[in-house]
C-alpha cells in the first residue's frame, strides 16, 4: 500500500508542474467550473463513497486551505480525523483475537456431523466424549450448536436402524418370505411362494397353485422340517401383511420359537432381499417365457432355483454361490463349457478339469 500511495503522490506532483505553466485565467476558470459540477454532484449523491486513495489525497491538500474554503469540501472535519485515526490504526494495530470464543476447526465440524451420522444412537454428549477420547477436547455445548447448525436432532436417539441396517446386523436368524404371481398363455393367474434364508442367502420355492388358500400351511411344515438343525438359529420370519398369510402360517412358525414381523404397508424395501430375488427371477427367466399351465410353472421354478442355489454368483457371499463355494484357482488357458439351462435361458460356464 505504501508503494502503490508514492506512485499516487508521484503522478499528482506531475500534474501539480504542468499546472503552473497556465495561466491565472484559465486556472480560476478551471476552479468555477468544478465548482459548478461538484454543487450538481452534491444535489445528485447523498453520501459519495471514495477510496483510500482519494482519502490520502483530500486529507493532504486540505490542510493548504485556509478554514473558510474547508466548509466547501463534501466531507467534514471530523470526516477527516477518522480517516487518519484509521490510517493510525491501521499502522499500530496488531492483529487480535476478537471478543467471545474462539471459531471450532472446520475439522472437528466435519468429525462431529460423521460421527453423528455413522452412529445414529449417539448424543452430542457422547460425541463429546468420543472427541476427547480422540485427543480432540470439544465442549458438549459446542457440539450441540454444530448438529443443531447443520440440522440433526442432539438428542440421545436420533432416529432408529433402517431396515437394511436390521437385516444386515441380523441375517443369521431371518427368513424372508413372500407372493409373487405369474399370468400363463391362457391369462391364468397363478401365485408362488419363496422362502429366502438372508444369511445364505439360499431360496426354497415352497409350492405353485392358482389357489392361494390355507393349503400353504403344508408348506410352511416341510420347510421347517427342510431347515433341519438351521431352525434353532432362526428368529424371525419377515413377511408382508398379505391376506394370503393366514394364522395357521404364523402358527408353524411360532411353535418354533420363530417371532413373524410384518413389513409397514407399501414399504417393499423392509423385505429388500425377497423383493430383489423377485424381480431377477422376472427379469432372467419370466419375462423371457411363456409359461403354459401350473405344472409348467413348477419345473421352470425349480430349474431356476437350483441354478440360483448351486451356480449364481452373489456379492454378499463373494461371488459364491449359496450352496458352492468358489472352487480352487485353475489354469488360466484352459477351456471353458457353457451349459443351457431351459432351452438356452439361463447359461451357466465352467472349466474342462
Not at 486513495?53 to 493532504?60: K, L, M, Y
Not at 472535519?77 to 471450532?104: A, M, N
Not at 413377511?239 to 394370503?244: G, I, L, N, S, W
Request: hydrophobic fraction near 45%; proline fraction near 7%; aromatic fraction near 8%.
Amino acid at each position: 500500500m505504501t508503494l502503490r500511495l508514492l506512485y499516487l503522490a508521484f503522478l499528482k506532483v506531475l500534474g501539480w508542474i504542468a499546472l503552473l505553466a497556465r495561466s491565472e485565467a484559465s486556472k480560476n476558470a478551471e476552479v468555477l467550473v468544478l465548482r459548478h459540477q461538484l454543487a450538481v454532484l452534491r444535489r445528485q449523491v447523498l453520501r459519495p463513497q471514495p477510496s483510500w486513495a482519494d482519502r490520502a489525497v483530500i486529507a493532504a491538500l486540505s490542510r493548504l486551505l485556509p478554514k473558510v474554503l474547508r466548509g466547501h469540501l463534501f466531507v467534514t472535519p471530523g470526516t477527516l480525523l477518522r480517516w487518519h485515526s484509521d490510517l493510525v490504526k491501521r499502522r499500530w494495530t496488531y492483529q487480535r483475537r476478537g471478543p467471545g470464543r474462539p471459531p471450532t476447526p472446520p475439522t472437528v465440524r466435519e468429525l462431529v456431523l460423521r460421527m453423528a451420522a455413522e452412529n445414529p444412537h449417539w448424543g452430542y454428549r457422547r460425541i463429546a466424549g468420543e472427541l476427547a477420547r480422540a485427543g480432540r477436547p470439544v465442549g458438549a455445548s459446542t457440539v450441540w450448536a454444530i448438529l443443531r447448525r447443520a440440522g440433526v436432532d442432539p438428542a440421545p436417539r436420533r432416529s432408529g436402524p433402517t431396515w437394511a441396517q436390521f437385516l444386515r446386523s441380523q441375517a443369521s436368524g431371518i427368513l424372508a418370505v413372500d407372493f409373487f404371481h405369474v399370468d400363463t398363455v391362457l391369462l391364468q393367474r397363478l401365485y408362488c411362494m419363496v422362502v429366502m434364508e438372508i444369511s445364505t442367502r439360499r431360496v426354497h420355492l415352497l409350492g405353485v397353485t392358482a389357489h392361494p388358500t390355507g393349503s400353504w400351511v403344508q408348506q410352511a411344515r416341510e420347510l421347517a422340517m427342510a431347515l433341519d438343525d438351521r431352525i434353532d438359529r432362526v428368529r424371525f420370519l419377515i413377511r408382508d401383511r398379505d391376506a394370503k398369510f393366514t394364522h395357521a402360517f404364523d402358527a408353524v412358525f411360532a411353535s418354533e420359537t420363530i417371532q413373524v414381523l410384518l413389513t409397514p404397508v407399501q414399504a417393499p424395501q423392509a423385505n429388500a432381499y425377497i423383493e430383489r430375488w423377485i424381480g431377477g427371477c422376472r427379469r432372467e427367466l419370466l419375462d423371457r417365457t411363456l409359461i403354459i399351465n401350473e405344472r409348467h410353472l413348477r419345473n421352470v421354478l425349480a430349474t431356476f432355483e437350483t441354478h440360483f442355489n448351486s451356480h449364481r454368483p452373489h456379492r454378499a457371499l463373494r461371488q459364491a454361490a449359496p450352496l458352492r463355494p468358489l472352487p480352487d484357482p485353475v489354469d488360466p488357458d484352459g477351456k471353458v463349457i457353457r451349459r443351457d439351462l431351459l432351452g438356452g435361458i439361463i447359461h451357466e460356464y465352467t472349466q474342462v478339469a
